[in-house]
T-cell receptor, first 112, second 117 residues
Framework: SQKIEQNSEALNIQEGKTATLTCNYT??????LQWYRQDPGRGPVFLLL?????KEKRKERLKVTFDTTLKQSLFHITASQPADSATYLC???????????FGTGTRLTVIP | GAVVSQHPSWVICKSGTSVKIECRSL??????MFWYRQFPKQSLMLMAT?????????EQGVEKDKFLINHASLTLSTLTVTSAHPEDSSFYIC?????????????FGPGTRLTVL
């Protein structure tokens, strides 16, 4: 069966450290993988998209890697801040048709 | 990016009644919109693809007769939960895809919290 798993349900880190979140998938061959941030009671907000032929993507303090052999994406937040505390979701677009299938999410807490 | 609104932001209804949720793309014409459902402490589940001027496409396991979708204009899609029951209580979120042909970011609405008593 198809699965998208984010290994840590919750992750606590100290302010200033780098947070690393993991997204693993099985039985998908996605052309794209996306990362979203969701705050409680709100809709997700887009952060980064990475394509299957890209190894790494960066945006300010964010970095995403995509290993199609391992079927894994890593999401890094450097110099983390308490304002980065939220749930982070990875999402696959298996057919390039904008139908997104979401991972289970990781709730990140950055401790001051 | 697109600005997406939803109305209402929350609704409480009695079991057996129908509830309509609106999703509007305020500054972007959308031939396609998506409806998701999110139960507490779970991730988003794609329910259906709303297509302007044609029938919606439902994901496996989603009852099309229970979750009626209408996409009558390029800026409005509605989701009607018919004969709602307590198990339909959830957070319903719509999204609008970006302007590219595929794999673009999606712009999500703020969500509608439905509670069925």
């Amino acid at each position: 069966s198809q699965k998208i798993e984010q290994n840590s349900e919750a992750l606590n880190i100290q302010e200033g450290k780098t947070a690393t979140l993991t997204c693993n998938y099985t039985n998908y061959s996605p052309a794209y993988l996306q990362w979203y941030r969701q705050d409680p009671g709100r809709g997700p907000v887009f952060l980064l998209l990475i394509r299957e032929n890209e190894k790494e993507k960066r945006k300010e303090r964010l970095k995403v890697t995509f290993d199609t052999t391992l079927k894994q994406s890593l999401f890094h937040i450097t110099a983390s801040q308490p304002a980065d505390s939220a749930t982070y979701l990875c999402a696959l677009d298996p057919h390039g048709a904008n139908n997104l299938f979401f991972g289970t999410g990781t709730r990140l807490t950055v401790i001051p | 990016g697109a600005v997406v609104s939803q109305h209402p932001s929350w609704v409480i209804c009695k079991s057996g009644t129908s509830v309509k949720i609106e999703c509007r793309s305020l500054d972007f014409q959308a031939t396609t919109m998506f409806w998701y459902r999110q139960f507490p402490k779970q991730s988003l589940m794609l329910m259906a693809t709303s297509n302007e001027g044609s029938k919606a496409t439902y994901e496996q396991g989603v009852e099309k007769d229970k979750f009626l979708i209408n996409h009558a204009s390029l800026t409005l899609s509605t989701l009607t939960v018919t004969s709602a029951h307590p198990e339909d209580s959830s957070f319903y979120i719509c999204s609008v895809p970006g302007a590219g042909q595929g794999g673009d970011e999606q712009f999500f609405g703020p969500g509608t919290r439905l509670t069925v008593l």
